[in-house]
């Protein structure tokens, strides 16, 4: 079945310790967006790749790094993690941009970052 | 100012009553709607999409649209203890993303 993975599932790392989260599709969508969501809060965009064409959200602390190699396969990297980047981290792709009604987003199962 | 809004919960329903669930949004130029349920740890999924004002519907599912009042609702027929999930409404508003509410929390008491 076509689908969105994340990998891994649940993540610890130390504060301050670098940690890579993956995503990858077999939809051969063009779009990949990665997530936060912390408890009780709504998903916060934080990038997308259009293709390779890399779109920063203007709030997005410069900590946040991401890596698209291909079409399938999208990383997230966290350079210095802080307590407050302790979240969801959902990766969700879309067909094409979403220019037209039609466009939908479908969402990985998310990775849960806890730092300690 | 909030883009898009919804009501935080507990909506409360009993088992087979019909739940609705509301959604305002701020941009006229927003151009389709999506609802999608999330469980408790787990990632969003999307239930159905609108862009036309009216219903439409899916099974127990029907959403509405108003774009003169920038209203979108979900309801739910029907409803199951299996529904109880946060409904998180977002809105494409033609900037190529979609703006989430912060969802209603949704409870269906058997």
């Known amino acids: 079945d076509a689908m969105v993975i994340q990998n891994p599932r649940y993540q610890v790392t130390q504060f301050g310790k670098p940690v890579t989260l993956s995503c990858s599709q077999t939809l051969n969508h063009n779009v990949m967006y990665w997530y936060q969501q912390k408890s009780s809060q709504a998903p916060k965009l934080l990038f997308h790749?259009?293709?390779?064409?890399?779109?920063n959200e203007a709030d997005t602390p410069d900590n946040f790094q991401s890596r698209r190699p291909n079409t399938s396969f999208c990383f997230l990297d966290i350079r210095s993690p802080g307590l407050g980047d302790a979240a969801m981290y959902l990766c969700?792709?879309?067909?094409?941009?979403?220019?037209?009604?039609?466009?939908?987003?479908?969402f990985g199962p998310g990775t849960r970052l806890l730092v300690l | 100012q909030k883009e898009v809004e919804q009501n935080s919960g507990p909506l409360s329903v009993p088992e087979g009553a019909i739940a609705s669930l509301n959604c305002t949004y701020s941009?006229?130029?927003?151009?389709?709607f999506f609802w999608y349920r999330q469980y408790s740890g787990k990632s969003p999924e999307l239930i159905m999409f609108?862009?036309?004002?009216g219903d439409k519907e899916d099974g127990r599912f029907t959403a509405q649209l108003n774009k003169a009042s920038q209203y979108v609702s979900l309801l739910i027929r029907d409803s199951q203890p299996s529904d109880s999930a946060t409904y998180l409404c977002?809105?494409?508003?033609?900037?190529?993303?979609?703006?989430f509410g912060t969802g209603t929390r949704l409870l269906v008491s058997p």
């Open positions: 609108i862009y036309s004002n």
């Open positions: 790749y259009y293709d390779k064409d890399f779109n």
């Open positions: 969700a792709t879309s067909r094409d941009r979403l220019a037209g009604p039609r466009e939908t987003q479908y």
């Open positions: 941009d006229r130029g927003s151009q389709s």
């Open positions: 977002a809105v494409n508003t033609g900037f190529q993303k979609l703006v």
